[in-house]
């Protein structure tokens, strides 16, 4: 895994050394005379839905929030003690319009990048950014990218991201690598475009059951004996499971009755544009293990257990933009979708048939829009799924006001209806209680809710989520595994969540707080009531302004609560209620900098183990929170 990323940071960075000398690969015009530097604000950044931002090399605290694994703020999520392993999630975080039901595996997709996560570029000159950040007991993190534009109108990017960690418990292995490639292209005359991307991904993880009973208790009493956690038992040394992907993705659009006009970017609109985007993506499952655990129960083999689930997911819309006078975007479209999941084999147990596969041709069709009304912005969509199995629908409406230059508030409506995951309507395995077949009816959930943004206040969330017919991974009875369970009473919560920064000087404070209430369905949605993260920090400019630094204190708290357990044969969470995990800080000491385009910095994690005289921090039950450690990165920008 190193070795290849090594060679393509390597063929990378010899790669725009060798542009950099061949400036005639840019049009005359695109690129600035020679020796004036391009602004900050020409290096684009373009997501799926044609939203824009610039490269960002500042430095600041949310900045160092994403310098981790999943390369995204990590505030809700409660890593385990390995770099790449499972998150347990301390909220509730629904993904809506989700008709396509999702694949096995799901703890393990926190790394998978969507199509909606895949950005692409525009850039003056070539760009590339090189992350590193230390592991665990011979770990590292790396993400290369690159991007250039061969001419002004086409533009590919290549990234790559591996991470290698062996942990510091016994058989606890991450291997993964992402690989990302992506092209852009508009015509000369403005009317077509094309945005598409390959994508690879491969996330394997050793599994160890968590640890052993006597262990726990010396982990618990912090038995000096054992600081070396590889002396602690674990359940077992012989299992792995690995999610691998690949997907192909393209979108293109061309606009009817558009031109640019003689002089600058203006354009003339014709009466709209049509688009189309088609999607292929092929995803497999494994989980392996060398001798049956008895605790998992009853196999139907001896040795060498292995149990593959593939699927395959095809999607492809058809849309048009209208342009209607007082709307600023009307957008209809029409799908058709295709997924076939399962595996090689039948199953004939006696209590029935279990099939190999669930497969189904479907059409979508619906309407994403924007408007104003007086003096609100409106932006929304409606989608319905003509599914034989499992119907779905989504109405998703927001609401935007301004209140002067430093006020803004937005409501929003959501209405979702979607099939539950096709785990849990078809596994098998060689463990005789991870067989079974279900249909579920659709999970119905209504959000209601809404943000202030505010320079005063700070940001304030608030949101209101009803959840009929919620399918989760409960206990099977006194056998302590995994089952998919359909609630039949309802799930109600609330969430309130607020952000706010602050500086004094050269001191800065920022707070995130979040309060959970689940109402109604509490056993089956288990979450903390409190969660907060609360930064203290000084900021100065040393060495005659050329270098910004940043050093402070950082706390993560969440209060304590019936966490969801960890199943390493389906990769999956759920729902337990004997052991409670939290109650405990999480403080992290750091250091950063940035001299010119390079930043660099220094956390000790979970500093305030040090004071603790017992060990109470978990993940999940059975899984211990990692240790106190010294970790070390950067993230540098090269600007050709």
Request: aromatic content about 14%; hydrophobic content about 35%.
């Given at each position: 895994m190193m070795k290849k990323t090594l060679v393509l940071l390597f063929w990378g960075l010899s790669l725009i050394s060798a542009l950099g000398q061949d400036s005639g690969s840019f049009q005359e015009g695109f690129r600035p005379p020679p020796k004036e530097k391009p602004?900050?604000?020409?290096?684009?950044?373009?997501?799926?839905?044609?939203?824009?931002?610039?490269?960002?090399?500042?430095?600041?605290?949310?900045?160092?929030?994403?310098?981790?694994?999943?390369?995204?703020?990590?505030?809700?999520?409660?890593?385990?003690?390995?770099?790449?392993?499972?998150?347990?999630?301390?909220?509730?975080?629904?993904?809506?319009?989700?008709?396509?039901?999702?694949?096995?595996?799901?703890?393990?997709?926190?790394n998978y990048q969507s199509a909606e996560e895949i950005n692409y570029y525009r850039v003056p000159t070539p760009l590339s950014e090189l992350y590193f950040k230390t592991g665990f007991e011979q770990g590292q993190q790396l993400d290369a990218f690159f991007t250039v534009n061969t001419s002004e109108r086409l533009n590919?990017?290549?990234?790559?991201?591996?991470?290698?960690?062996?942990?510091?418990?016994?058989?606890?292995?991450?291997?993964?690598?992402?690989?990302?490639?992506?092209?852009?292209?508009?015509?000369?005359?403005?009317?077509?475009?094309?945005?598409?991307?390959?994508?690879?991904?491969?996330?394997?993880?050793?599994?160890?059951?968590?640890?052993?009973?006597?262990?726990?208790l010396l982990f618990e009493n912090n038995d000096p004996e054992f600081s070396d956690r590889g002396r602690l038992d674990v359940r077992f040394e012989d299992a792995e499971n690995q999610l691998r992907g690949t997907r192909y993705f393209v979108n293109q659009q061309y606009q009817?009755?558009?031109?640019?006009?003689?002089?600058?970017?203006?354009?003339?609109?014709?009466?709209?544009?049509?688009?189309?985007?088609?999607?292929?993506?092929?995803?497999?499952?494994?989980?392996?293990?060398?001798?049956?655990?008895?605790?998992?129960?009853?196999?139907?083999?001896?040795?060498?257990?292995k149990t593959k689930t593939t699927g395959v997911f095809v999607s492809s819309e058809v849309y048009s933009g209208l342009n209607v006078k007082g709307i600023k975007r009307l957008e209809p479209f029409v799908g058709h979708h295709y997924y076939r999941y399962g595996y090689d084999r039948l199953l004939d147990l006696s209590e029935g048939l279990i099939e190999?596969?669930?497969?189904?041709?479907?059409?979508?069709?619906?309407?994403?829009?924007?408007?104003?009304?007086?003096?609100?912005?409106?932006?929304?969509?409606?989608?319905?799924?003509?599914?034989?199995?499992?119907?779905?629908?989504?109405?998703?409406v927001a609401a935007t006001r301004s209140f002067g230059k430093?006020?803004?508030?937005?409501?929003?409506?959501?209405?979702?209806?979607?099939?539950?995951?096709?785990?849990?309507?078809?596994?098998?395995?060689?463990?005789?209680?991870?067989?079974?077949?279900?249909?579920?009816?659709?999970?119905?959930?209504?959000?209601?809710?809404?943000?202030?943004?505010?320079?005063?206040?700070?940001?304030?969330?608030?949101?209101?989520?009803?959840?009929?017919?919620?399918?989760?991974?409960?206990?099977?009875?006194?056998?302590?595994?995994?089952?998919?369970?359909?609630?039949?009473?309802?799930?109600?919560?609330?969430?309130?969540?607020?952000d706010k920064a602050l500086t004094w000087g050269k001191l800065g404070y920022e707070s995130n707080i979040v309060y959970q209430n689940v109402l109604s369905g509490q056993a089956v949605m288990p979450l903390p009531e409190l969660l907060l993260r609360q930064s203290l920090y000084f900021q100065d400019a040393w060495f005659d302004?050329?270098?910004?630094?940043?050093?402070?204190?950082?706390?993560?708290?969440?209060?304590?609560?019936?966490?969801?357990?960890?199943?390493?044969?389906?990769?999956?969470?759920?729902?337990?209620?004997?052991?409670?995990?939290?109650?405990?800080?999480?403080?992290?000491?750091?250091?950063?900098?940035?001299?010119?385009?390079?930043?660099?910095?220094l956390i000790y994690e979970h500093f305030n183990q040090m004071f603790s005289s017992s060990r109470n921090q978990f993940s999940a039950p059975g899984y211990p929170y990692r240790d106190a450690i010294v970790r070390f990165g950067l993230v540098w920008n090269f600007f050709q």
């Open positions: 602004g900050i604000d020409l290096y684009q950044v373009i997501s799926i839905h044609g939203d824009t931002t610039m490269v960002d090399t500042t430095l600041s605290l949310q900045k160092l929030s994403r310098f981790n694994y999943l390369r995204k703020d990590d505030l809700t999520l409660l890593t385990f003690s390995n770099v790449g392993q499972a998150y347990n999630r301390l909220t509730y975080d629904p993904q809506y319009g989700q008709l396509m039901p999702l694949f096995a595996a799901q703890s393990q997709h926190e590919i990017s290549l990234a790559y991201k591996g991470v290698r960690s062996l942990g510091q418990y016994q058989h606890i292995l991450n291997s993964t690598g992402n690989f990302r490639g992506t092209l852009s292209y508009d015509s000369e005359d403005g009317r077509y475009y094309l945005k598409g991307h390959l994508a690879a991904q491969d996330i394997l993880n050793q599994q160890n059951g968590g640890l052993t009973e006597n262990a726990l009817l009755g558009t031109r640019k006009t003689q002089g600058d970017d203006l354009q003339k609109k014709g009466w709209g544009y049509i688009g189309a985007t088609n999607s292929f993506e092929n995803k497999t499952y494994q989980y392996k293990q060398k001798d049956p655990f008895e605790a998992f129960g009853d196999a139907y083999v001896t040795a060498d257990l190999d596969q669930i497969k189904e041709h479907f059409y979508t069709a619906g309407v994403r829009w924007e408007g104003q009304y007086k003096q609100w912005g409106l932006k929304g969509q409606f989608k319905k799924s003509f599914s034989a199995l499992v119907p779905g629908s989504l109405i998703d430093d006020t803004e508030l937005t409501a929003i409506f959501v209405r979702d209806e979607t099939p539950a995951a096709l785990n849990m309507q078809l596994n098998q395995s060689d463990y005789q209680r991870y067989n079974w077949q279900h249909s579920w009816g659709a999970v119905r959930t209504q959000t209601i809710g809404g943000q202030l943004d505010s320079r005063i206040f700070g940001t304030l969330n608030a949101r209101y989520t009803n959840i009929d017919g919620y399918v989760y991974f409960g206990m099977n009875g006194s056998d302590q595994s995994p089952l998919p369970i359909q609630d039949q009473s309802g799930v109600e919560l609330i969430e309130l969540r607020h302004k050329a270098a910004l630094i940043q050093t402070g204190v950082r706390a993560k708290y969440f209060s304590a609560y019936y966490a969801k357990s960890y199943d390493p044969i389906l990769a999956e969470f759920y729902v337990q209620n004997e052991q409670e995990i939290g109650n405990f800080p999480l403080v992290d000491l750091f250091f950063q900098a940035k001299i010119r385009q390079t930043r660099f910095f």
